[in-house]
């Protein structure tokens, strides 16, 4: 059935989980004096640790701020290489770019979309020499040090972390998480954003739960944990007095406001993971049949933060095709990720061009995000997959043409 109702429905591609008592609890905040520094900022770093199960958290402005400071309070810098994925979004790269460290990619797994340790391992024992004296190992383009791993937990779903373990004591890199997909997922060894030396997660609308804007730092390491407080806080070393500055910082500081409201959130993250979870059920129900719907490796659990379909790989050609007619029946959608290597600005930079990263590029050209959050009615849920699968049926039953050129 088309009617008038449907050709004016819209289907938004992401929304927040907002309760009449987050709304009191941000208004109360109002009603003090403490906006920001105060104790809801104590309150909220301490609930998150506990629910982790880290020893530290700090709250920062951002997930982007958050990743920045783990990078700057490892030491790392312009002699620097860290190897990362290219299917991402764009902050878990750009926060080495802010120190001069050099992005070192290597293409991911085609079945979770993460970084792919064979391949970092591969690179590691066979193109990179060890630097004598400290045995890290050097890039071979650049000659820089190798200093740390960053694996991003792409979409919710754990990477390797066991292997990535492995590899960083072996080769003495460091660890850091971007966690920001994944609040609630976990491994066998234990929760997303705990498993390295430090982790990261955000809080911006579209992610597991919000602050509006806001992110959180995790790490078991007293030092690391005294640093990034300092950096977020212009500086400030806690010991000393308000204006006593001993290295240079940055206003990183997340308001007891958002703090309120992350406090809020966190009472009832298990419910709006279940959710979530439910959810992607019901999709992968409808759509399980047609499209190819994402897959949880056994001993994982991951957390839905977005739910993305692929094309099958012979349609990759029809994506951006599908894309535009899901959002002419105002359906939100969208390409999640476009790879970071072809960004504009990644490209002029470093030269990186098509065919560099083979399973990244192919993944990105056929994935589709849907309609996703804690919210979604199963009303939406059913309209999208309907739209969807008979979108692709009378495209596909009319033959192989894949130019999408029908009329
Ligand atoms: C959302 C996100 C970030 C950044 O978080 P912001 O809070 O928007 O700065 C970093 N990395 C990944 C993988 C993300 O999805």
Redesign the pocket.
Known sequence: MTGIADMTRTVPLSGPDITEADILAVVNVLRTSKLSLGPKLEEFEEKFAAYTGARYAVAV???????HLAVKSLGLGENDAVITTPF?????SN?LLYENVLPVFIDIEAQTFNIDTAKVEEFLRRQCRREPGTGLPLDPATGRRIRAILP???FGHPCDMTAIGKLAEEFGLSIIE?A??ALGASTPGGKAGTLGDIG?F???P??QMTTG???MILTGDAELAALCRSFRNQGRDTRNGWLDHCRLGYNYRLSDINCALGISQLERINHILWKREKVAEYYTAALGDIVETPVTMPGSRRSW?VYIVALPAEREGERDAILAELTRRGIGCNNYFPPIHLQSFYRTRFGYHEGMFPVTEAVAGRTIALPFHSNSSLDDISYVSRTLKELLQDRWNAGPDSTGNRT
Do not use: P, Q, R, W
């Open positions: 402005s951002s997930g982007t701020a958050g990743l991402s979004f764009i902050a878990s926060c991003v937990h792409v971007d920001c997909e990261v955000a809080f911006y579209n992610k804007e806001g992110g933060f």
